[in-house]
């Protein structure tokens, strides 16, 4: 099975070509990102994929650091933040845990933590921590499938993707978050809620910001 890194960059050039899955979702999760963001804020986006949402909030920050483990995902976005003059947007290809230190006024991670190990999410949580001053703010999107209404589709999802990994098409790690249980490992780990929801409902994406206690 191929690591993290060599999934994602053996898939960079088809997930930059797909489109956004559920539009309507993704743009009130921009509008509600954007609210808490100041011009004078420096953000660290972890696992930014090819930079799509780095460039569409650089705009509203003084800088931008948007990260991923995939060199070929950051090459992407590299072309992509050329080509749309983001002077205030910087790429790096980094781990969550080993992304520079800050500190940051902001830290962003979509569609993350249901790709990483309970270890590996505990690590990333003291890391983020870590990385903002007290008072700082810990914006997130994560797929929460443990909680898809349906138990029949929960089942064919698990059941599809245990297949997609075998073939080596969905990354080794996918975990089946429940917002509950979610919500609590970000408490646990030194932050206190102060928005969240579900972009979209079912299976809910949970959106989350949370303070820096």
Same mark, same amino acid.
């Given at each position: 099975?191929?690591?993290?890194?060599?999934?994602?960059?053996?898939?960079?050039?088809?997930?930059?070509?797909?489109?956004?899955?559920?539009?309507?979702?993704?743009?009130?999760?921009?509008?509600?990102?954007?609210?808490? /963001?100041?011009?004078?804020?420096?953000?660290?986006? /972890?696992?930014?994929?090819?930079?799509?949402?780095?460039?569409?909030?650089?705009?509203?920050?003084?800088?931008?650091?948007?990260?991923?483990?995939?060199?070929?995902?950051?090459?992407?976005?590299?072309?992509?933040?050329?080509?749309?003059?983001?002077?205030?947007?910087?790429?790096?290809?980094?781990?969550?845990?080993?992304?520079?230190?800050?500190?940051?006024?902001?830290?962003?991670?979509?569609?993350?933590?249901?790709?990483?190990?309970?270890?590996?999410l505990e690590t990333s949580l003291a890391a983020i921590h870590a990385r903002l001053d007290p008072g700082g703010l810990f914006v997130s999107k994560t797929p929460c499938l443990g909680d898809t209404?349906?138990?029949?589709?929960?089942?064919?999802?698990?059941?599809?993707?245990?297949?997609?990994?075998?073939?080596?098409?969905?990354?080794?790690?996918?975990?089946?978050?429940?917002?509950?249980?979610?919500?609590?490992?970000?408490?646990?780990?030194?932050?206190?809620?102060?928005?969240?929801?579900?972009?979209?409902?079912?299976?809910?994406?949970?959106?989350?910001?949370?303070?820096?206690r």
């Amino acid at each position: 099975m191929p690591t993290d890194a060599e999934f994602w960059d053996r898939s960079a050039a088809r997930y930059a070509r797909r489109p956004v899955a559920d539009e309507i979702a993704y743009r009130r999760t921009l509008e509600r990102v954007r609210s808490y /963001l100041r011009p004078d804020h420096r953000a660290l986006e /972890l696992g930014c994929g090819t930079a799509s949402t780095a460039l569409a909030l650089a705009p509203h920050l003084r800088e931008i650091l948007a990260t991923d483990l995939s060199g070929a995902m950051i090459e992407i976005g590299r072309q992509k933040a050329a080509a749309a003059g983001a002077t205030n947007l910087r790429l790096s290809v980094a781990h969550p845990d080993s992304a520079p230190p800050g500190p940051f006024d902001v830290v962003l991670a979509f569609n993350l933590f249901h790709l990483l190990s309970e270890g590996e999410l505990e690590t990333s949580l003291a890391a983020i921590h870590a990385r903002l001053d007290p008072g700082g703010l810990f914006v997130s999107k994560t797929p929460c499938l443990g909680d898809t209404r349906s138990g029949f589709l929960r089942g064919a999802m698990r059941a599809a993707i245990a297949v997609m990994q075998r073939l080596g098409r969905a990354p080794g790690q996918v975990r089946f978050l429940t917002v509950r249980d979610w919500q609590e490992q970000v408490r646990l780990a030194g932050f206190d809620l102060i928005e969240t929801g579900n972009y979209p409902e079912d299976p809910p994406n949970h959106f989350i910001v949370a303070r820096r206690r």
